[in-house]
């Protein structure tokens, strides 16, 4: 192939690419570090007449075959603070920034509002494509809006909050605008006077084993990374997407029989139901540290299939849908995957 601009790339293996560790090749394959370089490959793949597909940090698919398509990583990097008062901050940032990192930035530099959402693998474009989440806080709750190149038109257009449509886990970009645009800066608006969330999960029982009676942000952002590291793999050691499934939501109808059945069922009251934690129903569906070949459940975290070396994508897609079915079976509850199948 001849005429490839920006250093695009065929028959890459896309290995290096995914927390999952699966090795599955693109066709062809580009690091976009500014807008320019979307646009262009985005024309590129029209002349090429090959579809795109759009990669972050790799860390919310399971890839299940080669990729024939114009791969583009993002890596649009920069902070930028567009608005600063006494109150707030409003900070722009390029969707290939590591999560993780933008929000120890926040920390050092006293931006409230992302300190429970430390250590989620990614990268800043798909945390509001996901509306990832955490320890009671969404990132709906500090998004302003961003910015995303139309496709088709290649015009950058701005989604603010409402046009994001954001559900759990869930966007429009999910949904009716599914690969219709690609984001390429994200804008968020944090605090400089703190509200705490440490009720949820073990962060205030964490803070009380650490000795903290009155916790800033660095103190519940330790505490998170604290929780995770002990309960989750980390990727580099262990192949894995973090949480497989979503937490389901259950009719309040069906949680009360669910309940008269297995008492100690926990439960979190929504507007819209009940939500179960995912990980309870997996393990007591007898899944917990269950080995098979080169793929298994995780033996802390139930919720987090793992590659344990040369696994392919199909395999653990198979064992994913076992486990529905068996939770299914169960209790009645069809976990949906938080993960995307490509």
Not at 20 to 48: C, N, P, Y
Not at 204 to 222: A, F
Not at 330 to 340: A, H, M, R, T, Y
Request: hydrophobic share 40%.
């Amino acid at each position: 192939m001849t005429n490839l601009p920006m250093n695009i790339q065929e028959n890459i293996s896309l290995l290096p690419f995914n927390t999952f560790g699966i090795d599955k090749k693109a066709r062809f394959f580009v690091q976009a570090k500014t807008e320019e370089d979307v646009k262009a490959a985005l024309l590129k793949s029209k002349e090429l007449k090959i579809p795109v597909f759009v990669l972050g940090g790799g860390s919310n698919i399971l890839l299940t075959k080669d990729i024939d398509a114009l791969v583009i990583k993002i890596e649009i990097q920069g902070i930028q603070v567009l608005k600063d008062n006494e109150d707030e901050i409003l900070v722009e940032v390029g969707a290939g920034e590591n999560w993780h990192q933008f929000v120890m930035f926040c920390i050092e530099n006293n931006w409230a509002g992302v300190e429970n959402l430390s250590l989620i693998p990614g990268t800043v474009g798909a945390s509001p494509m996901q509306n990832i989440g955490a320890y009671g806080v969404e990132i709906k709750e500090v998004f302003h809006h961003l910015k995303a190149i139309n496709r088709q038109t290649l015009e950058e257009e701005i989604f603010d909050w409402e046009a994001c449509k954001f559900g759990y886990r869930e966007s429009v970009f999910k949904n009716e605008l599914k690969d219709q645009f690609i984001i390429v800066r994200v804008i968020f608006r944090l605090r400089k006077k703190p509200v705490l969330h440490v009720a949820y999960g073990a962060i205030k029982q964490t803070l009380e084993e650490m000795g903290i009676s009155n916790p800033g942000i660095k103190n519940i952002s330790d505490a998170v990374i604290q929780i995770r590291q002990s309960k989750l793999p980390d990727p580099k050691q262990i192949g894995n997407a973090g949480s497989f499934f979503k937490n389901p939501t259950i009719p309040k109808e069906q949680f009360e029989a669910l309940k008269a059945e297995f008492p100690e069922i926990p439960s979190f009251p929504m507007e819209e139901g009940v939500k179960v934690p995912a990980a309870w129903l997996i393990e007591k569906a007898g899944w917990k540290g269950k080995t098979f070949g080169k793929i298994g459940v995780h033996k802390f975290q139930p919720l987090v299939l793992v590659n344990y070396g040369g696994a392919d994508g199909t395999e653990i897609q198979d064992l994913s849908r076992k486990i529905q079915e068996s939770v299914q079976h169960k209790f009645g509850i069809l976990l949906q995957p938080e993960v995307n199948f490509i």
